[in-house]
């Protein structure tokens, strides 16, 4: 299982990698992809990646960052993408529900990472909060990029908008929750060749240990159990549907096949 969207850079979960990796590895989870939301974690994430031949990035500027931004961190980005353990440009995006940074700052940056990736013909991951329409307004002008909206979490109809232009939805341990009976609905239509699973770790516990504040790589098995009970089919085709995607819209090559005794 790949867990598509972690971020092993941020604490507690940096300072125990070893441990963490281990217990992703005992679980199932057998490749990651860190974010990085800044030029500062950019440079960490890809440090992290080194050594570690089943961890790759995606670095961006996030939406909470734009304000601190200056104009030419995009500059920087573009030197950054040249490192091998990166595979896309994000997370970036629009976030209207904390408001961290004002938001035509937020569609300013936003664009002007969109800008490099078109010209570097980059996949990307979106941040996306409560913004849909203008996401999916903003992206309409870059037709070529490959999107994957992170940690999707809207409606049925916003989704729709997503799949009808073309991009893939990220599903985070939210879908577990008793209350996002929406989301489910969406799991169950989504066409198979139009998502992933992650955890946004150390964000966002599943159930059923959501009570445990800090997330980990390995608990995206429980996302992905119950995304596989949504669609009535196993683990192992679940894994292979969600280690394609990710292969496809990151170009990162495939892992082994997975083995069904790794499934605790």
């Known amino acids: 299982m790949i ?12 300072k125990q990698l070893p441990e963490v990796l281990a217990r ?26 080194r050594g570690h031949d089943n961890i790759r990035c995606s670095i961006g500027i996030h939406p909470h960052n734009s304000d601190k931004a200056q104009d030419d961190d995009v500059q920087w980005l573009r030197s950054l993408q040249q490192s091998p353990a990166v595979l896309a440009l994000g997370e970036m995006g629009l976030d209207y529900h ?42 309409k002008n870059f037709p070529t990029i490959r999107a994957l909206f992170h940690c999707f979490t809207g409606t049925a109809d916003e ?36 998502f992933v699973v992650e955890t946004d770790s150390p964000y966002l516990s599943p159930d059923p240990v959501r009570k445990q504040k800090v997330n980990e790589p390995l608990f995206v098995m429980h996302t ?5 009970q949504l669609r009535n089919i196993s683990i192992e085709e679940l894994d292979k549907i969600t280690t394609q995607n990710v292969s496809r819209h990151f170009g990162w090559p495939e892992p082994q096949a997975p083995n069904p005794d790794s499934y605790p």
């Open 3 to 14: 867990d598509s969207h972690c971020h092993l850079t941020y604490e507690p979960l940096a």
């Open 24 to 49: 992703a590895a005992s679980a199932g989870v057998s490749h990651m992809i860190t974010i990085g939301t800044d030029l500062a974690d950019a440079q960490r994430a890809i440090e992290l990646c």
């Open 98 to 139: 904390y408001d961290f940074s004002p938001r035509p700052r937020q569609a300013e940056i936003f664009t002007a990472q969109l800008q490099l990736a078109q010209e570097l013909n980059r996949p990307i991951v979106i941040h996306n909060r409560e913004a849909t329409d203008d996401c999916l307004s903003i992206l």
């Open 159 to 194: 989704a729709r908008k997503i799949l009808d232009q073309g991009h893939l939805l990220g599903f985070t341990g939210i879908v577990t929750y008793k209350k996002s009976d929406e989301l489910r609905e969406v799991v169950k239509f989504t066409p198979a060749g139009r």
């Open 224 to 228: 992905a159990r119950l995304v596989a």
